[in-house]
């Protein structure tokens, strides 16, 4: 079982930056891959980026390339989604989630033009 709570959402302008991150409980941290995804507003999920176990790993959708970067601790059992130079089509609900079908409750990122 694998608990996630996402933070770092809120609101920013256009060109501006946020971290978020992702706080994972359960022993297995370590040797899961875990990932961010987005919802916007009358749209699908869409995945946004991922990492393998070790970080060695890591994809971003093209749609983020160049501007987030995913990245883990695994001694703090947390996952960070650096994202920059943040467009107001970036506006949408960013959602952690872990290998084996566990997501967190989701957290607000809102760019303003």
């Known amino acids: 079982q694998v608990q996630l709570v996402e933070s770092g959402g809120g609101l920013v302008q256009a060109g501006g930056s946020l971290r978020l991150s992702c706080a994972a409980s359960g022993r297995t941290f370590s040797s899961i891959a875990m990932g961010w995804f987005r919802r916007a507003p009358g749209k699908e999920r869409e995945f946004v980026a991922s990492i393998n176990w070790s970080g060695g790993t890591t994809y971003v959708a093209d749609s983020v390339k160049g501007r987030f970067t995913i990245s883990r601790d695994n001694a703090k059992n947390t996952v960070y989604l650096q994202m920059n130079s943040l467009k107001p089509e970036d506006t949408a609900v960013y959602y952690c989630?872990?290998?084996?079908?566990?997501w967190g409750q989701g957290t607000q990122v809102t760019v303003s033009s």
């Open positions: 989630n872990a290998q084996g079908g566990y």
